[in-house]
């Protein structure tokens, strides 16, 4: 039996695990047509390369999991474009915004790894210092 483009798409491209669909909305792209929708997936093996485990922090914060996600670019007639073929044609998704849900999530992230690196003897902070690295987390 062999998956459609579309169950192709909606594998983990870390795990290929099939992953869920969390939500859809039209591609906001100038290059996409119209009626580009775009399939937000979501990887739920937590045995995936991607997955970060949940985590409180001692200051009592606390940090969901972390799934990979992608999206599926699906076209105004029903089609789905190659796996693979998204790096040569027009993207059909904008990068994410700085304020985004996951933008924040992945600041977050950063000042959690900075702070339990801090609290492990801050090697990262280190490094950063040995490369001229000057920006703040
Ligand atoms: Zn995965």
């Known amino acids: 039996m062999s998956d459609t ?12 695990e099939p992953g869920r669909l969390v939500n859809k909305r039209r591609a906001t792209s100038p290059d996409a047509p119209r ?27 606390f940090i969901p999991a972390e799934r ?15 796996k693979g073929s998204g790096a040569v044609g027009p993207k059909a998704f ?3 915004n700085v304020n985004s849900d996951a933008s924040v999530r992945a600041r977050d992230r950063i000042r959690l790894l900075a ?5 492990n003897g801050g090697q990262a902070a280190e490094i950063a210092g040995d490369l001229g690295y000057r920006g703040g987390y």
């Open 94 to 96: 904008d990068a994410p």
């Open 115 to 119: 702070a339990q690196d801090e609290m």
């Open 68 to 82: 990979n996600r992608w999206f599926i670019q699906v076209n105004p007639n029903g089609t789905v474009p190659p």
């Open 35 to 61: 009626g580009t929708m775009m399939h937000l997936l979501e990887c739920r093996n937590d045995r995936c390369p991607q997955y970060v485990a949940p985590e409180s922090l001692p200051n009592g914060d």
């Open 5 to 16: 483009l579309y169950e192709q798409a909606a594998r983990c491209p870390s795990c290929e």
